[in-house]
């Protein structure tokens, strides 16, 4: 067994304090990309697990989610050493074109695909379909209201119970309760602004055809430390556009960009109506190499412990988060050692850890005076041949 119940369990036991809890090994906060990913990677080292975990979500799948959807060959490749096929058996565009846009001047990135992408709502229900075929336990419609800490694991409190986990992990993005409790108040980190809509599109439109992706930076003229997106997406198989603008918001003391009106007049420029259209928004919680990773008995993944801070990508980072995840979960299990001291370490020495550090290192730099035409030429310039080296 994973979980051994102690002394002090027994000692909480015969004082009726656990009687309404129920005791597991450990607990997943949010069933999406990087709590699925975690879960379905412990149980693939250790069939044992899918009786000693639980994931809980506030919603049921398919769930409403804001998301681009991008999915960069990171991601896939760490679901197909899950065992999932190639490609996905979901409705999706694969990318082959990546269009970084400046003003007048345009960099191609090209890749067979570049990234894929896919409706998050129908991405998040096939990962938790064939989680729960593999064993995993969702909890759906379930709500963390607190969590608590107690001398030998975590008490969660739920809208339909209590839990007490050895080992909590925190799949519950940028406003999650456990990202609050290992101390992101205090130390918040970057949160990125976003705005999204997505809409129906011909199946015509040349963004099918010529299957390309377009980020045009030309806003950071007015203080957006970000671009504007238009992806081609399919949603229930058929063909719609996706298409926001996002901030990384990385220099505070720089005026807001408006984002509203950026995404107006993007949307206008593109023929379409944005009074026809709901525009929803979300923060991102950024990678930052000062952000909170851990405590003790509790690791964060995905969104909650840092999303791409270049471009916002969330979705294969998620799953990599979750495959180190697992690692030091099955460790800590093993040692009895729920300190996760080291988790930090691993996320920096690892493949993920030096996408993320590059990213953040690029867009620290993009982002400082990116409002200067003269500096985002330059950096244009240099922006050209990093992508020529694939290294964007």
Request: with cysteine; charged share 15%.
């Given at each position: 067994m994973l979980f051994r119940k102690n002394s002090v369990f027994r000692a909480w036991g015969q004082l009726g304090l656990l009687k309404a809890?129920?005791?597991?090994?450990?607990?997943?906060?949010?069933?999406?990309?990087?709590?699925?990913?975690?879960?379905?990677?412990?149980?693939?080292?250790?069939?044992?697990?899918?009786?000693?975990?639980?994931?809980?979500?506030?919603a049921a799948?398919?769930?409403?989610?804001?998301?681009?959807?991008g999915v960069t060959q990171m991601g896939l490749d760490i679901l197909h050493g899950l065992g999932f096929p190639k490609p996905l058996p979901l409705p999706h565009v694969a990318v082959e074109d990546v269009r970084l846009v400046y003003g007048r001047r345009m960099i191609h990135v090209r890749g067979k695909p570049e990234f894929t992408i896919f409706h998050r709502q129908e991405f998040d229900a096939y990962l938790a379909e064939v989680a729960r075929a593999r064993g995993a336990c969702i909890h759906e419609n379930e709500v963390v209201?607190?969590?608590?800490r107690h001398p030998d694991g975590i008490k969660v409190v739920t809208t339909k119970g209590a839990y007490?986990?050895?080992?909590?992990v925190g799949a519950d993005g940028s406003k999650g309760i456990t990202r609050r409790f290992v101390g992101g108040q205090a130390n918040p980190g970057r949160v990125a602004r976003l705005l999204e809509v997505v809409h129906p599109a011909p199946g015509d439109a040349p963004?099918?055809?010529?299957?390309?992706?377009?980020?045009?930076?030309?806003?950071?003229?007015r203080h957006l430390q970000g671009y504007v997106w238009d992806f081609p997406a399919r949603v229930g198989g058929e063909a719609h556009f996706n298409r926001g603008v996002y901030d990384a918001r990385l220099w505070a003391y720089r005026p807001k960009a408006p984002l509203p009106v950026l995404l107006d007049e993007a949307l206008s420029g593109m023929g379409t109506d944005p009074n026809t259209i709901k525009i929803e928004g979300h923060p991102i919680h950024c990678f930052t190499p000062d952000n909170h990773f851990s405590a003790p008995r509790v690791i964060l993944v995905g969104?909650?412990?840092?999303?791409?801070a270049l471009f916002g990508e969330g979705i294969a980072p998620a799953l990599?988060?979750?495959?180190?995840?697992?690692?030091?979960?099955?460790?800590a299990f093993e040692t009895g050692d729920f300190l996760f001291k080291d988790y930090w370490q691993r996320i920096f020495f690892s493949s993920l850890g030096g996408y993320l550090l590059f990213r953040w290192w690029v867009s620290w730099w993009a982002y400082q005076l990116s409002h200067q035409a003269w500096y985002m030429h330059l950096f244009w310039t240099i922006?050209?041949?990093?992508?020529?080296?694939?290294?964007i």
């Open positions: 809890m129920q005791q597991i090994p450990l607990l997943i906060i949010v069933a999406g990309p990087a709590g699925l990913s975690t879960a379905l990677h412990l149980i693939q080292r250790n069939p044992q697990w899918k009786n000693q975990l639980i994931l809980l979500d506030k799948h398919p769930r409403h989610k804001l998301c681009g959807g209201k607190l969590l608590e007490l986990a050895q080992a909590i963004q099918f055809s010529d299957k390309y992706a377009l980020f045009d930076f030309s806003p950071v003229r969104d909650a412990a840092g999303a791409d990599a988060y979750g495959q180190i995840g697992a690692q030091v979960l099955q460790h922006a050209g041949g990093m992508a020529a080296l694939k290294r």
